[in-house]
């Protein structure tokens, strides 16, 4: 009886204690996450190019399409950086949404100045454990457009990625096995 109640503890204690790291590590990515996207927002609003430099992976664009002749047009970052007022700007940043899996992450933020604001979709990539921002596609709008669209929900799948009950998946054109973004 006691060698039974002795099993049946510890392993209710490991049970425990394994979940508490897994929610301990989930956390701390969370916090890597969000770690990546502050320090590109406040090192715009601050001026650290520092910030920036830990935010941007060195080879980063900055992506947008030119007002003027509907052109699209590619920042290195090394120019953004370069180009950010040594005060920084005076600006309210708010992050709008985020997600992540695997290496992969998007984060929607916005950046609110007096009569306008740049909203960002920025996409990171986890570089062993940091986390850099890979591309910043922005948008200029005004300050009372709203973003549109779907939000990270509870992980069900659109309506043209849903399976079809009894039907069995196809062999034909399955894509490769290699970590070739196909």
């Known amino acids: 009886m006691f060698i039974m109640k002795t099993k049946q503890i510890l392993l209710y204690l490991f049970f425990a204690l394994t979940g508490f790291t897994f929610s301990v590590n989930a956390q701390s990515e969370d916090d890597n996450v969000k770690a990546c996207i502050n320090n590109y927002l406040e090192g715009v609003t601050k001026g650290d190019t520092s910030r920036l430099n830990k935010a941007f992976h060195p080879t980063a664009m900055l992506r947008s ?5 509907g052109r699209l047009y590619d920042i290195p970052v090394r120019n953004f950086i370069a180009k950010t007022p040594a005060g920084g700007v005076q600006a309210t940043t708010k992050i709008v949404s985020y997600a992540y899996i695997g290496i992969s992450a998007l984060a929607t933020v916005e950046l609110q100045f007096a009569d306008f604001k740049y909203v960002d979709l920025l996409s990171m990539l986890k570089f062993g454990n940091e986390w850099r921002i890979v591309t910043r596609v922005f948008s200029k709008a005004d300050l009372g457009d709203n973003i549109k669209g779907v939000g990270v929900g509870n992980g069900a799948a659109t309506a043209s990625a849903q399976k079809t009950p009894g039907k ?14 196909w």
Request: aromatic fraction near 0%.
């Open 65 to 69: 399409i030119n007002s003027v002749n």
């Open 168 to 181: 069995k998946p196809s062999s034909a054109n399955v894509k490769p096995k290699s970590d070739d973004g």
